[in-house]
């Protein structure tokens, strides 16, 4: 059932976020959303942390890469580097078109990389998240079960 499926949007751009929701959601995704403007809010609310509420799974993350801070790579790092965090799904939605930032995210087992600044390439990401949920099984916690 795809509406399990929480969207975490790590974006500091109230902007950019405003429209990868509106776009998603005229797309027909009407998964509950997230948003996170730093690296570090972003890892607080997957770990429950700093008075935010637990992220449930199944989710998965719209990360940017030019946040303050805690930028996207070294939230990427962590979160790679954490036992209950290093399975997340991530897929990058950056303005950099950089091919260092783009082989970097990859290294550290991105699903994807969207450069939001092309455009038309939010809605193909929306209708590829369309199917996406549809079809992908996500790991879901229950209790007793281990990872």
């Known amino acids: 059932m795809t509406n399990a499926v929480h969207i975490l949007i790590v974006q500091d751009d109230a902007i950019d976020v405003e429209i990868i929701m509106r776009i998603f959601q005229d797309e027909g995704i009407d998964n509950p959303f997230t948003v996170a403007s730093t690296g570090q809010e972003a890892l ?9 509420p637990r992220l449930p799974r199944p989710y998965l993350i719209l990360l940017d890469l030019g946040l303050p801070g805690l930028n996207g790579l070294e939230f990427l790092k962590l979160v790679r580097a954490d036992p209950e965090l290093k399975g997340s799904i991530v897929f990058v939605v950056s303005g950099s078109e950089r091919r260092e930032d783009q082989a970097a995210a990859y290294d550290l087992y991105i699903a994807g990389y969207v ?7 939010l809605q193909d990401l929306a209708e590829m998240f369309k199917h996406y949920l549809h079809t992908v099984e996500f790991p ?8």
Do not use: A, W
């Open 44 to 52: 607080n609310i997957l770990r429950g942390e700093g008075g935010y």
């Open 115 to 121: 450069i939001n600044s092309v455009s038309n390439k």
């Open 140 to 147: 879901v916690e229950e209790p007793g079960l281990t990872r």
